[in-house]
C-alpha cells in the first residue's frame, strides 16, 4: 500500500478551523491526511503538542493561525511565529527535517488555502516518507 | 529517635558532585548523624562494594539517594538492586532526576562519543583505535569485562519506580540540609514529588525587577551570550538581553548562579506542573522575544537549540534522543 502521511493539525477557532470549514461547504478536494484538533489560538499551542505529535509517530504537523493584525487576540500569532521558528530549529537539532512542522497563516475566507495547503503539506511528506521514529519502530517488531 | 535512619548512597553515571554537595554540609552533617547510619556509600566513599549491597535484605535502607544518570548496563542493574532494598528511594540531583547534562550525549552517536573520547582529542595516544569493550580476553585466559554501553541516556525514573526527586547540579548544600532534615523529621510531601521549596528562581533572585518597581512586560530586540559583555549586576538578566531560565526552574539554590552574574540554565528542575522542560524553556524565551531579528540572532547566537533548551533534561524529554 502507498505510503498516506498522518498530519496534526492544530487549527486556531478564529480563523483557520473556520477555513477548514469553508473548504468543505466549496466542496475542495484535498487529500483525507488530516486530523484537526480546535484551539483557541494558535499563541495557544505549546511546543510540548508538537513534540507529543512527533513523539507518537505523525508525520507532520500543521499549525495554522491568523494573518498578522487579525488575531482575536491582537498577538498571539506574533508569540506563535517566535516559537515556532525556535522549534522547527529545535526539531532539526533533534534529527527530524524541519519540513514536517509546516506554520501556515489560513483565514476563514480561505478556504482554497486551506485545502491547497493540504494538499502541498501532503505531497511534501511524502516526498519526506514516514516519520523516523515509525522506522524504527518496525525494525525492532521485525 | 529511638533507631537510627539507615540511608545509603549509590553513584551512577555522575561525577559525585551530588555527594560532595552531602560532605559540603560539614559540621552539620556530624548532627545529622546522630540521627542517620550511613550503611552503604558507593563507589564513592565508603568501602563497600557492590555485593555488599546485593546481599542486604530486601528494605534494609530506610532511605536511599541515588545521584548520576544511567548509561551503562551495570547501572540499570545497580538502580534494580538499591531499588529492592530501599524502602524510600531519591534521585538525589539533576542527573538522576532528567538526565543532566551527560543526557545530551543523547544527541549523539555511540560512535561520535567514543571517537571524540579515545581517540581525536589532543591528549589522547591510541594510534591501534582501542576502544572499551565488554569483553576482552587477554592471554587467551583472562575473560575481563565492563559495563555494556546502551544506546541512549536514561533518568532513574525510567528504570525504576521514584519516591522523590532533588534538583540541582548539584543541589545546593543548603536545599540538602532542608531535605535531611525533612527525612528526618518525615515530613515528606506525596510520593513521587519534589522536594522543593516550591518556588522559582526568579522568587528568590534579588535582581526581581518586581523588587524595585521596574516589573512588567520583558521584551528584547537583541540576545546576548555571556561572551558579549559583561551584565548589569543588579538588572534582570532577561531585561538586558542574556537568556535565563529562572522563571521555569526551582529556586532550591537560592538564586546561585545569579549572584555571580551568570544567567540560570535550569539545574533546578522544572517548576511544578510542567513535563517537558525544554520546552517549557523554548516557550518562555520566545515570549520574550520582540522581533524577528531578536529570534534570528538567537539562533545565530546559539547554534544547537536542542543543547541549549535541554541543557540539564534532555533524557526527561517528549524526544529523548536524536532520531
Known amino acids: 500500500m502507498s505510503f498516506s502521511p498522518n498530519i496534526v493539525g492544530f487549527a486556531c477557532q478564529w480563523c483557520t478551523y473556520a477555513g477548514a470549514d469553508l473548504a468543505g461547504n466549496l466542496r475542495c478536494k484535498y487529500p483525507p491526511t488530516v486530523k484537526l484538533i480546535k484551539v483557541p489560538c494558535s499563541g495557544r499551542v505549546k511546543p510540548e503538542y508538537v513534540l507529543q505529535a512527533l513523539a507518537q509517530g505523525a508525520d507532520g504537523v500543521l499549525v495554522g493561525g491568523c494573518h498578522f493584525g487579525d488575531c482575536h487576540y491582537k498577538d498571539g500569532n506574533y508569540k506563535t511565529k517566535n516559537r515556532m521558528d525556535l522549534l522547527s530549529k529545535l526539531i532539526a537539532d533533534m534529527g527530524f527535517d524541519p519540513r514536517r512542522l509546516r506554520l501556515e497563516w489560513i483565514s476563514g475566507a480561505e478556504g482554497q488555502k486551506f485545502a491547497k495547503v493540504i494538499t502541498e503539506f501532503t505531497e511534501e511528506l511524502i516526498a519526506l516518507g514516514p516519520n523516523p521514529l515509525k522506522k524504527e519502530e518496525e525494525l525492532i517488531n521485525e | 529517635m529511638s533507631e537510627k535512619l539507615k540511608v545509603g548512597f549509590l553513584l551512577l553515571g555522575g561525577c559525585a558532585g551530588c555527594e560532595m554537595a552531602v560532605v559540603d554540609l560539614s559540621e552539620k552533617l556530624v548532627d545529622a548523624l546522630a540521627h542517620l547510619e550511613v550503611v552503604f556509600w558507593a563507589p564513592t566513599v565508603a568501602d563497600v562494594k557492590y555485593h555488599d549491597l546485593e546481599a542486604m535484605d530486601d528494605g534494609y535502607i530506610d532511605v536511599a539517594f541515588i545521584d548520576g544518570m544511567i548509561r551503562l548496563d551495570e547501572h540499570i542493574h545497580m538502580a534494580k538492586v538499591m531499588r529492592k532494598k530501599a524502602k524510600t528511594l531519591i534521585a538525589f540531583g539533576v542527573c538522576a532526576a532528567l538526565g543532566g547534562t551527560a543526557g545530551m550525549g543523547s544527541l549523539h552517536t555511540k560512535e561520535e562519543l567514543f571517537s571524540k573520547a579515545f581517540k581525536n582529542t589532543t591528549t589522547t595516544d591510541n594510534p591501534d583505535n582501542v576502544y572499551p569493550s565488554p569483553h576482552c580476553l587477554v592471554d587467551g585466559k583472562y575473560d575481563l569485562t565492563l559495563p555494556a554501553y546502551e544506546d541512549k541516556v536514561r533518568t532513574l525514573n525510567q528504570i525504576v519506580d521514584v519516591d ?48 524595585n518597581g521596574n516589573g512588567g512586560r520583558i521584551m528584547v530586540d537583541k540576545v546576548l551570550r555571556m561572551v558579549d559583555g559583561i551584565p548589569d549586576d543588579n538588572v534582570c538578566l532577561l531585561q538586558q538581553g542574556y537568556l535565563c531560565f529562572g522563571p521555569i526552574t526551582q529556586g532550591d539554590c537560592g538564586g546561585s548562579c545569579l549572584n555571580v552574574n551568570i544567567p540560570c540554565r535550569g539545574c533546578g528542575g522544572p517548576i511544578p506542573g510542567n513535563e517537558d522542560y525544554g520546552a517549557q524553556a523554548l516557550t518562555s524565551i520566545a515570549s520574550i522575544l520582540g522581533s524577528e ?31
Not at chain 2, 540538602?176 to 522568587?203: F, M, R, Y
Not at chain 2, 540572532?297 to 533548551?309: G, I, Q, R, V, W
Open chain 2, 164 to 211: 522523590y526527586y532533588i534538583g540541582g547540579c548539584p543541589p545546593h548544600h543548603s536545599h540538602v540540609e532542608v531535605a535531611i532534615g525533612a527525612l528526618v523529621t518525615k515530613q515528606l510531601p506525596p510520593k513521587g514529588s519534589w522536594i522543593t521549596n516550591g518556588k522559582a528562581v526568579c522568587d528568590v533572585c534579588k535582581r526581581n525587577p518586581t523588587r
Open chain 2, 293 to 323: 531579528d531578536a529570534t534570528a540572532s538567537l539562533m545565530e547566537k546559539y547554534p544547537n537549540l536542542a543543547k541549549f533548551f535541554y541543557r540539564y533534561a534532555l533524557p526527561s524529554g517528549t524526544l529523548p534522543r536524536k532520531m
